[in-house]
């Protein structure tokens, strides 16, 4: 089986800004079949031409983002996805969200926080059980600088291939999220997710939330 995985983040990892949001969280969108695949690119398509009418718009928009997309727009592109064949709709979801208030006594001395992102991203990478992986293709947005890229990748492979069949192989991509649905897909459920423990707010997680294979706050390991 081919495992086709999108990762996203939403919030962020600064620490005593005022502008700095009190929860982060990293979530990923697997899916198990190229249908699945096809399904959220037309969905994601679908909602651009049902839902923006770019004579009444001053600006373009060009990709869906969790934060600034309206409830009802979620909804519908949720809901185009459900209107497909059931081997069309083979994806799940995982995340973990970081309460920055309560783990900063265990990371404030922590110089590099894309160390932590690369940890938090490992994590949630090991809620998958990827016993019939046959390959594992990664698709993680493209706001590293080349150097960070290439720190993300080297460490994702070290942990994640030892947990794969050893004949299934591991590719990473950084692309555009607005050249590719999934990175839009994801982006909306990991902020419905980190709204859910940041706001209590669950209108729109609980449109997804059966979709959710496991979510939870992350816990430093020592």
Excluded at 100 to 129: C, G, S, T, W
Excluded at 189 to 208: H, M, P, Q, S
Aim: hydrophobic residues 40%.
């Amino acid at each position: 089986m081919i495992f086709t995985i999108f990762l996203d983040e939403s919030g962020d990892l600064g620490f005593g800004d005022k502008q700095s949001s009190t929860h982060f969280c990293i979530a990923l969108l697997v899916c198990k079949n190229r249908k699945t695949l096809l399904n959220i690119k037309s969905s994601i398509k679908n909602t651009f031409l049902r839902k923006f009418d770019p004579k009444k718009m001053k600006s373009k928009i060009n990709e869906l983002k969790g934060y600034n997309t309206k409830l009802a727009v979620k909804k519908h592109f949720y809901n185009q996805l459900l209107k497909a064949e059931d081997d069309a709709k083979q994806f799940e979801i995982y995340s973990l969200v970081i309460d920055k208030i309560k783990i900063l006594p265990f990371i404030k001395d922590m110089q590099n926080m894309h160390r932590l992102y690369n940890i938090i991203a490992k994590d949630v990478l090991e809620l998958i059980d990827f016993s019939d992986a046959k390959e594992v293709i990664l698709f993680a947005d493209s706001c590293k600088g080349s150097h960070e890229r290439k720190i993300f990748d080297d460490y994702i492979r070290l942990h994640i291939e030892a947990k794969l069949p050893i004949k299934a192989s591991l590719d990473i991509t950084h692309d555009d999220s607005h050249e590719t649905p999934g990175l839009q897909a994801v982006d909306l459920f990991c902020y419905g997710i980190v709204r859910k423990y940041a706001e209590n707010d669950t209108l729109w997680y609980d449109f997804f939330s059966n979709r959710v294979l496991k979510d939870g706050l992350w816990k430093p390991k020592f």
